[in-house]
């Protein structure tokens, strides 16, 4: 079996800073998916990766950006952090990505802004 | 947009007890229909998944689909205490795109010793 490590667990910032998460796979898997879940609300896609070097909006991507520079690991970066991003970030990945397949999670950063 | 709404928002029950959750999602041609258990402080983790009418038996756990009235079912039977948890219905209308999930916000489920 494989493992998502995301880091750090908890991240703390200031409003208007810049902030990277790192999340890595050792599933082989093609697709990465970054995913916001603030409580009340259903979990949103940020950002999905199909393989290295490519990069996809979802519907939450105003505010951030992502890298993925290899097959094993996908970052995301809150542009200018806001005190309304408190928020759990989820990394997860799928062989091809499509609905038909297991998404597995990281266990997730949380997002506090001072 | 595809909606999907998850009832009821919480439960609570003793140990042994036949659970049963709800998700009702807004279109019919909906694929792809996944149920997701997530532990406090952990990702979710995949449970089952259902794309034909009917229903799909794993272990425990039962689900039930019914097109028609855009409704799914999970039924998780001799609950135990590490059965609590939050359980996310997520829903696809696309089967070649996982990008395409809509996820309910979950129920949350505590089981009494």
């Known amino acids: 079996g494989g493992i998502i490590t995301q880091t750090p667990k908890f991240l703390i910032g200031q409003e208007g800073q810049k902030l990277t998460l790192k999340c890595q796979q050792n599933?082989?898997?093609?697709?990465m998916y970054w995913y916001r879940q603030d409580s009340g609300k259903g979990l949103r896609l940020i950002y999905y990766s199909i393989t290295e070097n490519d990069l996809q909006k979802g519907d939450l991507s105003e505010g951030y950006d992502a890298s993925r520079e290899k097959k094993s690991s996908f970052s995301l970066t809150v542009t200018s952090a806001q005190k309304n991003e408190m928020a759990v970030f989820l990394c997860a990945s799928s062989i091809w990505g499509t609905s038909a397949e297991t998404l597995y999670f990281g266990s997730g950063t949380r997002l506090t802004v001072l | 947009q595809e909606k999907v709404q998850q009832s009821p928002e919480s439960l609570i029950v003793p140990e042994g007890a036949m659970v049963s959750l709800n998700c009702s999602f807004s279109d019919s041609a909906s694929q792809s229909i996944w149920w997701y258990q997530q532990h406090p402080g952990k990702g979710p983790k995949a449970l089952i998944?259902?794309?034909s009418n009917g229903n799909k038996k794993e272990g425990r756990l039962t689900v039930y689909l019914n097109r028609a009235s855009l409704h799914v079912s999970l039924h998780i039977k001799d609950s135990q205490p590490s059965d609590s948890a939050v359980y996310l219905c997520?829903?696809?209308?696309?089967?070649?795109?996982?990008?395409?999930?809509?996820w309910g916000l979950g129920t949350s489920l505590v089981v009494n010793p």
């Open positions: 998944s259902i794309f």
């Open positions: 599933f082989n898997h093609d697709t």
């Open positions: 997520a829903v696809s209308d696309n089967v070649g795109d996982n990008s395409k999930l809509i």
